[in-house]
């Protein structure tokens, strides 16, 4: 229905329902990253990662991550950068921000 588009549609640059659109901008924006910091669905889906990911050790395990949510390994500065986290902090957390990446939401 045009007239009633999802408020989750707006916060990603949906293509306008009223005319045909060939190709969308893209466009990052902050309401996306706070749409994705904020929601229970994604708080969710970083729990249920975190419940169902496990590893011989935390770097296998970022690796692990890496490879699930993003579809690659992650860079040497990257692996530092994650275990340094975990080391502090949950690993749903940790999960949550990979979700939050703009390299998971969009696919170039």
Known sequence: ERQNVPSVVKNF???NPDSSTAR????TVPQQALFAMNSPFVARAAQSIAENTHADTPSMRVTRLYTTILGREPSTDELALGLAFVANAP????????????ESMFID
């Open 24 to 27: 969308r901008v893209t466009t």
């Open 13 to 15: 640059d949906f293509a």
């Open 91 to 102: 690993w749903d957390q940790y999960i949550h921000i990979l979700l939050m990446t703009n």
